[in-house]
């Protein structure tokens, strides 16, 4: 016998009582990360903040226009200073990845339980914030999820928008088209072709006209770092376990132990992280893993996905 029955009335107040406070937990979370990357920065400084903000940056970072355009364009519009302006636009990012982690979740993960593992996305972030900052992070971040949203969803049109922001963000939205490719191969063919050389389209566009609005910039397209990956892993043996470590406990989980039914998650694991992980070697910094924010949004929700399918397995015996 049920005390306190559930009528329809009270379980549409209950529903919305708990979406009110998962959202709120979801904020809160979000904002707590974001409390402690400012301190990060207030220890150590955001990278390039001025010079990425009046386009003197060196390249390839000034080519990264999205953020220090909107960021300038808030400051005059607002009233406030460039410092504050760029703190907003790394705040509602965040926010924005946070709050499309769970959307894109529930499209691909059939399982409620992936809405309080989502609560757990913005903490994941914070071995990535260690070492560097940049302005454009945040960004680039929920653009590359938002258009895997869209992408999960079949919303093209959408998703063309969000991959031309992506681009003027910065030019690993490559990933996506690469994704694309993986993912979409087999659809109708015409429609492929037009999607595919619409991508490449707008990436060349915008890549062509950052480079020739730049090209008198200091520096070159990338930083060769190879070598000095050597000495690093020599001097730092632990860390370098570590870091291979996670690196083979990734491939093994998202690529060869993922069920085929998540050949989405896995594709975007392999275009977002493939890549990166060669681009690492050579061009990025030693132990930086931040150049891997893009890929992931994939490991957590394969990781997500796993943890959901032992506790199903476990709940089921």
Known sequence: MKVFPVLPENKKKFLSISGFLYAFALWLI?????????????????????????????????????????????????????????????????????????????????????????????????????????????????LFVLALYFLAKNDCIKYLFVFTLATCSKETSLFLVLFFVLQYRTIERKKFIYLTASQVGIYAVIRWFTIELFRNNPGSLAEFHLSEHFHAYLQSPLSACLLFGSIVGIIWIGIIRIPPEHKFLRNALISSGGPTLLLYFLFGVPFEIRIFLETYPAIFLIFSLQVIRSIDAAARQ
Do not use: C
């Open 30 to 142: 979000a904002t707590i990360v974001f409390g402690y990357y400012i301190w990060l920065a207030s220890q150590n400084h955001f990278s390039q903040l001025d010079p990425m903000l009046e386009g003197t940056a060196p390249r390839p970072y000034v080519y990264r226009i999205l953020a220090p355009g909107i960021i300038r364009i808030l400051s005059v519009v607002l009233g406030i200073t460039r410092y504050n302006s760029a703190l907003l636009v790394m705040y509602v990012s965040l926010l924005g990845f946070t709050w499309t982690i769970p959307a894109i979740g529930k499209v691909l993960i059939s399982s409620k339980n992936i809405r309080i593992f989502s609560l757990l996305s913005p903490l994941g972030l914070i071995p990535f914030l260690i070492e560097q900052r940049h302005v454009y992070d945040f960004p680039t971040l929920f």
